[in-house]
C-alpha cells in the first residue's frame, strides 16, 4: 500500500492552491496460463481553492491488469474510474464531462 500527497501552489488553469491524497494498493497473483494477474486500486481526495475555480471531490479506480510476455514484458489493463462529491465542481468544463464513470482499456510494454 501506498500514499501519496500531490500538492500545487498554482493548480492547472491558474486556479489556485490544490492538495491531493491518495493511496494506492496492488496484489500481484501466481501466474494463470501465460498471464500474470493483478487487481489494483485506488482512493483520492482532492481538495481545491474554490474561490478561484478549483475543484473539490473524492475519487477512486478499480483495476484489472494481465501481465505477459517474458522477453518484452506486456501488460494488458482494464481499468474502472468514478468520482463523487463535486462541491462546486461544474461537470462540464471547458466542455470536457468530468462528472462520469469510465472505463478505460491500455496495453503497456515495459523496457
Known amino acids: 500500500m501506498t500514499l501519496y500527497n500531490y500538492w500545487s501552489p498554482e493548480y492547472s488553469g491558474e486556479t489556485g492552491l490544490n492538495d491531493v ?3 494506492n494498493s ?5 501466474k494463470v496460463w501465460y498471464f500474470t494477474p493483478k487487481l ?3 482512493f483520492g ?7 478561484q475555480g ?7 479506480s478499480a483495476a484489472l491488469t494481465l501481465g505477459f ?4 514484458p506486456l501488460e494488458l489493463e482494464i481499468r474502472y474510474w468514478d468520482s463523487f462529491d463535486f462541491n ?3 461537470c462540464a468544463p471547458s ?17
Do not use: H, P
Not at 496492488?26 to 501466481?30: C, E, G, N, P, S
Not at 482532492?46 to 474561490?51: I, K, T, V
Not at 510476455?69 to 518484452?72: K, S
Open 45 to 51: 481526495r482532492q481538495w481545491g481553492d474554490l474561490s
Open 21 to 23: 491524497l491518495e493511496l
Open 26 to 30: 496492488a496484489w500481484t497473483f501466481d
Open 69 to 72: 510476455n517474458a522477453m518484452l
Open 54 to 60: 478549483g475543484y473539490d471531490y473524492t475519487y477512486w
Open 88 to 90: 462546486g465542481f461544474r
Open 95 to 111: 466542455g470536457v464531462d468530468a462528472c462520469n464513470n469510465l472505463v478505460v482499456g491500455s496495453l503497456k510494454a515495459i523496457f
Open 40 to 42: 489494483s486500486g485506488k
